[in-house]
């Protein structure tokens, strides 16, 4: 008998157990490593196939399909004798193995088309041609199984009747193989299907505003839309899953250590959050562009989408990084937000955040029982760009006042490096660039002091955009600042200093990339040519790859730059050595 970690529900065999797994994948409750708890054992394993692979070669039982061979405890008799959901009256009844293959191959064809809608790059329209093809297929080999059963018995001397008997009773039986994914043989039955699930939640069109269009000289109302996915039926279908409640309530800090939002100031004062007699869920809000049409076509653009999303920051942080705890909340053309701007958008967003933090969600809940859980937002991330215009602020990062925690200029931010050097913008300050702001547009300005509107965000209670202290670090680390330094670095070790050549720069970093392991999908590419101090790297790469060249850059040219060199050209960039080497 196999347990599963994640329910506590036992299996016969390893292949009933890879079947339950993927039931979990389906909900979206594997998290990013798979355990075993087979003996007490705690081996923990990449992916389910490791896992699999595990209990074969240590805790393998043997295929036993009768169910009257598992024991089951008096208390636990009513909790884990739905295997496979199946009708079983006890724990001594037989056991419809028939049943559960056909239960299983329904289990792997959801699984399919839940992939298949999931992939960007595969039309809709084809995914029903590919239910049609896998059905024909089973019914071909329904057929040519009657047939070989059929001349199998004749070709071991078996009477005629009686094989005609045993054929027809398995061409009844296989009757139901036949067709093992009708209930999915079509767009419309995928729909239906997907909305009848617990866990689905349909998006509904809201309406930014009407317009009057004309054609053939006839004038009529267009009206743009956005889809948009209800949090609160979101959250409520989550907080119906006991193993979702028992993560959220796992996610809780620790003192003196600060390892997220949940951690920090903000969190512990904040008027709902800080108040541990509620139940509170935090949300992060996330935005992003997609292009959903070919870069290399004309016009590619043309009907690029905007994507709002968010995740809960109860969740411990490993659970987030898997997509089935990625949250949509709003799809909508980048063009309509361009003419209608984010608030349009974020006005539903804002007027469910009201509902929710004021008056919550009542019900009886996993683990909870009757209660009332909250939520509100907590912060919001995007790229530097959207960030800004999502937030209301100007999205040119050239001038001054462009960030959105404090007013630093131009000039500022060629000499000052340290926080409290800056003036941090606080919410009276921001009022009062409001305030100002009308003022600036008569004279031509587009901002005052990097205010350009005011955000319905600040509608909520508890949230300010000048709080927001969530920032992007991989735009302004990884694909700003590294590039930048490891250019000044480079240039000055191999022309100022001629300590190594660009040739044999490329070819250490080849050398290296054949010994590292770990981390060969981040290789760096070669370099062409070494640009002036500052104009970065050619070419670019991405943000993986820019921490993948800094982390082993040292290792790779250390033995052709001697200490002394090293020291006094990081100490005529402005580096601070003591703090770089304990960072």
Known sequence: MYTCYLCGDHTDSIEQLRVHFERHKFNGQLTISVRCCQEQCSSEFATVFNLLHHLKSYHSIGNALAISKMSFDADESTENVHIFDSNIEDATCSFDYTDVCLRSVETHAVSLVAQLRANSSIPYGIIPTVIQSFNDMASTLAAVTQNEISHSLLAAGVDKVVADNVSADVTEKLEHCCKPLYSLSSRYKIDKYFERHPLAVSPESVCFAPRLESHGGVSRYAYDTFQYVSVEKTLCSLLSNQLYVDALLQGKSQPGIIADFMDGI???????FGDFTKFSIKLQLFYDGLGVTNPLRSQGVLHNVGVFYYTVKNLPQHFNSCFGNVHLLAV???????????????????????????????????????TTVYANLCHVTCDNLALNSLLGFIESFSGSYFCTLCYASSDEIQTNFREELFIKRTATEYSKDLVELPEMLKQGKVHCRGVKRYCTLNDLDGFHVTDNCSLDIMHIVLEGIVPVELSCI??????????????ILNKEVLLMWRKVTVEQTHKPPELSKLLPPGHGLMPSMKAVQYFAFLKYLPLTIGKFVSLAIFVAFVTSCGFDICSSFYS
Do not use: R, W
């Open 266 to 272: 903000n969190c512990q004062q904040h008027y709902m």
């Open 332 to 370: 909508c053309n980048s063009h309509d937000l361009a003419v209608y701007g984010y608030d349009a958008v974020l006005e539903k967003f804002v007027c469910e955040m009201k509902h929710l933090s004021s008056v919550g969600i009542t019900g009886e809940f996993p683990l909870l029982g009757h």
């Open 490 to 503: 480079l240039h000055g070790l191999c022309i100022d200093n001629k300590c190594l050549g660009l040739d």
